[in-house]
């Protein structure tokens, strides 16, 4: 039995007065479930007959079969429903003002990972943009996060480096959940919003994913399972690299390395390291897609071993620094496009500030990059306590 109800299950369960009279659109995936794994627009259309008018979809579509980095999805119609579906992963980022004519209200139930790179919150906050301009009201019907609300890590975004995987001046984790995020969103952007949240019931920021009594249903192709959200905050910053993140295997963001790799070196080198929380385990694998790509590739699957302890962000990123510094003919990073930026390095989105990647690239230690963060995190971890609705 789930312990936390959902935004979406207290909304059939208890329908709030700003509901009454209103055409409604909703932002989804195939995630968006409740209890019995309904989907959220089966939820909605049975309770209010007619009121559920368009379907909006975040990257990898509705159904969550797009793969990563610009693989669009495209326009269509809900068969069973008979309303549309518009992908806010195509041609725009952000949904129309012909796309939400006639709505009064757009709900959003999708499922984040705590992580700032992880798309759907900006698909929420472009999406707040739009209503705003257009007069429509915006509902986040809450979820857990699942890496939890307590542990934040990491440098804040830094202006030069926005993009679609940034945003905000929030950390790589952030410790937030959406409906918190959105209030956050709303005053940072000064946005003239009628902004309400459907808040979850019995979860607390001390919560994993797996202590909500929850079903995960991945919300994306690479985020299978609650393993893979706990390590993705920093496994994510290998996208940036030749070094494979584990895509084309069963075990994405777990899974990574490269043929090059010297794999003694490493693993006597992160020994020493004031870090836990994680083992590394040697792996061998071979992509079927994406990086190195049918090549034999010498890395590690990385187990957490203590989630309270595990710093994702710092471990991964002291981890690329030192294969800078071993490999330095071998090591490369990435050049664009990436998610729709097609001149500055994908590193620079990613991490989020230049003068971080520039320390990376040094080949600098973990200790080093945390000094790098602390006052600013120390910053944030203040400013967001005015949108925390878990305490």
């Known amino acids: 039995m789930a312990l936390v109800t959902t935004g979406i299950e207290r909304l059939i369960a208890e329908p709030p007065g700003w509901l009454d009279g209103r055409t409604v659109g909703l932002l989804c995936n195939h995630a968006s479930v409740g209890h019995g794994l309904v989907h959220s627009k089966d939820l909605l259309s049975k309770r209010w007959p007619g009121k559920l008018v368009a379907l909006f979809t975040p990257q990898h579509g509705l159904f969550g079969e797009k793969q990563d980095n610009m693989v669009e999805s495209s326009h269509g119609v809900d068969k069973a429903l008979g309303i549309p579906v518009f992908s806010l992963y195509s041609d725009s980022r952000r949904p129309s003002m012909e796309q939400i004519e006639g709505l009064d209200l757009l709900l959003v139930d999708l499922q984040d990972v705590g992580c700032r790179v992880y798309t759907f919150i900006w698909t929420l906050y472009l999406a707040m943009q739009a209503c705003a301009e257009a007069g429509v009201a915006v509902a986040v019907l809450d979820r857990p996060n699942p890496v939890g609300g307590e542990a934040i890590e990491g440098n804040l975004l830094k202006n030069d480096c926005s993009s679609f995987v940034g945003m905000a001046m929030i950390p790589m984790r952030h410790g937030m959940t959406m409906g918190e995020l959105a209030g956050f969103f709303a005053d940072q952007a000064e946005l003239d919003l009628e902004l309400h949240v459907v808040p979850m019931l019995g979860w607390k920021r ?134 729709y930026e097609y001149r500055r390095l994908p590193a620079d989105l990613i991490i989020g500030d230049r003068s971080v990647r520039h320390a990376v690239e040094q080949g600098v230690g973990p200790g080093e990059l945390e000094d790098m963060w602390s006052e600013e995190l120390a910053g944030f971890r203040e400013l967001r306590r005015s949108w925390l609705l878990y305490q």
């Open 206 to 339: 001390s919560m994993y994913f797996e202590d909500t009594g929850l079903v995960w249903v991945w919300p994306s192709p690479n985020m299978p399972t609650v393993e893979t959200a706990k390590v993705y905050p920093g496994q994510v910053v290998l996208e940036a690299t030749n070094i494979s993140e584990g895509r084309g295997t069963t075990k994405p963001f777990e899974v990574f390395g490269a043929p090059f790799l010297d794999l003694d070196t490493i693993v006597d080198t992160v020994s020493r390291w004031d870090l836990e929380g994680f083992y590394l385990r040697r792996q061998h694998f071979e992509p079927t897609f994406h990086k190195w790509a049918g090549r034999s590739c010498r890395g590690f699957q990385i187990h957490v071993t203590d989630r309270s302890r595990f710093k994702p962000y710092v471990t991964s990123l002291a981890m690329v620094s030192l294969f800078k510094r071993l490999h330095p003919d071998a090591f490369e990073w990435k050049p664009p496009p990436y998610e």
